[in-house]
């Protein structure tokens, strides 16, 4: 994994490179506005970028620009939590921030490591919500974006997706089933091997690697699920385009699923005439 970063401070792009030194390498940039060309020329999986550069001027602007021109980027707002520090993150947030590291509480170690991970997780489920919402009913979309959140074992259970929805999960399974969609273990299964499939498009990263990341007891564990749902090896997901693939068989699924409701309701209408 990749990532780009503008940060003024030797002390603070140390701490930066030392926290995420088992999960990414970091290139960093020497103004906010390098950030722009260097991400068209080398892919990059997040950004993170100082909210002042070396005046004292603020790059929120910067920030803004890139969110416009790289919607899908996980882009880590650096800073310090005084005074100026809260107005600067509250602009970030308004400018389209992921989310924010602060110096000196988040900078180091596993709570970096899970920022940036948990960052790029969001992004991937926002991606596949804009890509799959307009073929589930409205008022199944909710079901559909708690789904893309779930990225984990812990996480990703009918119970606990229909607590958090506020219904029973009677209720929730009933309402998919109408809709003509895939049961929710079912999504459920297929929106962790699209993340996982995200992270598998970085060549660096292993299988084991992901697997850890994404809550799975283990990297056979991943395998057979990524071959459950795809029917694909794990090199194989990584050739096919990794997430991108899995998207497509997911919406494959979906309207195999809602062809097959539609059949049955216009049998049940001929029997009824």
Not at 102 to 108: R, T
Not at 187 to 199: E, I, K, S, T
Not at 244 to 256: D, F, P, T, W
Not at 257 to 270: I, L, N, P, V
């Amino acid at each position: 994994m990749h990532i780009a970063a503008f940060v003024t401070d030797t002390r603070r792009a140390a701490r930066l490179r030392g926290g995420l030194r088992e999960l990414v390498t970091v290139e960093f940039c020497d103004h906010p506005r390098g950030l722009r060309p260097h991400l068209r020329t080398t892919p990059a999986q997040a950004v993170v970028m100082e909210l002042r550069d070396r005046s004292g001027a603020s790059t929120v602007q910067f920030l803004g620009t890139l969110r416009a021109e790289f919607p899908e980027l996980p882009i880590l707002a650096y800073s310090t939590v005084d005074r100026r520090g809260a107005r600067d993150i509250f602009e970030a947030a308004r400018a389209g921030a992921s989310d924010v590291i602060l110096c000196e509480y988040d900078d180091v170690g596993l709570v970096l490591a899970r920022l940036v991970e948990h960052a790029r997780t969001g992004a991937t489920a926002a991606w596949a919500y804009r890509q799959l919402a307009e073929g589930v009913p409205p008022d199944l979309r909710r079901v559909l974006r708690h789904c893309l959140e779930r990225t984990s074992a812990a996480a990703a259970s009918v119970e606990q997706v229909a607590e958090s929805l506020g219904v029973s999960r009677r209720t929730l399974v009933n309402r998919l089933a109408a809709a003509g969609l895939p049961a929710p273990s079912e999504v459920l299964g297929w929106c962790r091997v699209l993340h996982a499939a995200r992270a598998l498009e970085d060549a660096g990263r292993s299988t084991e690697s992901v697997a850890t990341a994404l809550g799975f007891p283990s990297a056979a564990a991943l395998r057979n699920m990524v071959r459950r749902y795809t029917g694909l090896q794990v090199g194989e997901l990584r050739e096919n385009g990794g997430a991108a693939c899995v998207l497509h068989l997911l919406k494959q699924a979906i309207g195999r699923r809602q062809a097959g409701a539609d059949a049955a309701d216009a049998a049940d209408a001929a029997d009824a005439a």
